[in-house]
């Protein structure tokens, strides 16, 4: 069974960094594209962007590019994600996802992390 | 930049047939994805590569497409259909993903 597990909520203060973790299990690490989806309070899904665990390499939406960092570390299978220079409107839950292990070749972000709250706050 | 456009809402008793639309400029050459996300809950797959349902995924749900329109169909909806729907597709031919804006199914 895929499981995604991310890190706990988090309280942060204007300016500083966030960094969130996803733990992976269930399948080959280096096999499918992570992915990091924000949602705002009582908003959409928005890409954040994604990693390829195989070979480190990320794409990011315009939107949070330069702001942000997706790295992984192999050897605990976890993927992270770094968001500096916080501001308020960065209050969301943020969810990691998965491409799609066998049966679900093909899909994207077909498995999905519980979420992690990071709230901006001074 | 890219947009994938859904109605923010839509409304539907139970027994019926509910119809949500996703369009973008990009859907002729790329696969859609529809999700489910219920209120306080991760989104859930419901459909994936236009067409394809995942196992566990009850078959009142069915994906279509055609152009620049992908539809997800509910047929014989149920109380429990009420929650908010997604798709998603790629920026055209790069790795890049991009969401609609979500339909609330009433």
């Known amino acids: 069974e895929v499981r995604l597990v991310q890190s706990g909520s988090e309280v942060k203060e204007p300016g500083t960094t966030i960094r969130v973790s996803c733990k992976v299990s269930?399948?080959?690490?280096?096999?499918?594209?992570i992915h990091w989806v924000q949602q705002a309070p009582g908003k959409g899904l928005e890409w954040v962007g994604l990693?390829?665990?195989?070979?480190?390499?990320?794409i990011y939406a315009e939107k949070f590019q330069g702001r942000v960092t997706i790295f992984a570390d192999t050897t605990t299978r976890t993927v992270y994600m770094e968001l500096k220079s916080l501001t308020y409107d960065d209050t969301a839950v943020y969810y990691c996802?998965?491409?799609?292990?066998?049966?679900?070749?093909?899909?994207?972000?077909?498995?999905w992390g519980q979420g992690t709250l990071v709230t901006v706050s001074s | 930049s890219y947009e994938l456009t859904q109605p923010p809402s839509a409304s539907v008793s139970p027994g019926q047939t509910a119809r949500i639309t996703c369009s973008g400029d990009?859907?002729?050459?790329?696969?859609t994805y529809w999700y489910q996300q219920r209120p306080g809950q991760a989104p859930v797959l419901l459909i994936y590569?236009?067409?394809e349902r995942p196992s566990g995924i009850p078959e009142r749900f069915t994906g279509s497409s055609s152009g620049t329109t992908a539809t997800l169909t509910i047929g014989g909806v149920q109380a429990e259909d009420e929650a908010d729907y997604y798709c998603?597709?790629?920026?055209?031919?790069?790795?890049?993903?991009?969401f609609g804006g979500g339909t609330k199914l009433t």
């Open positions: 996802a998965a491409d799609g292990a066998p049966p679900l070749l093909g899909a994207t972000l077909a498995h």
């Open positions: 269930g399948y080959t690490f280096g096999d499918h594209y």
């Open positions: 990693i390829d665990p195989e070979d480190s390499k990320t």
């Open positions: 990009a859907l002729p050459k790329q696969y």
């Open positions: 590569k236009d067409t």
């Open positions: 998603q597709s790629a920026i055209n031919s790069t790795s890049s993903r991009v």
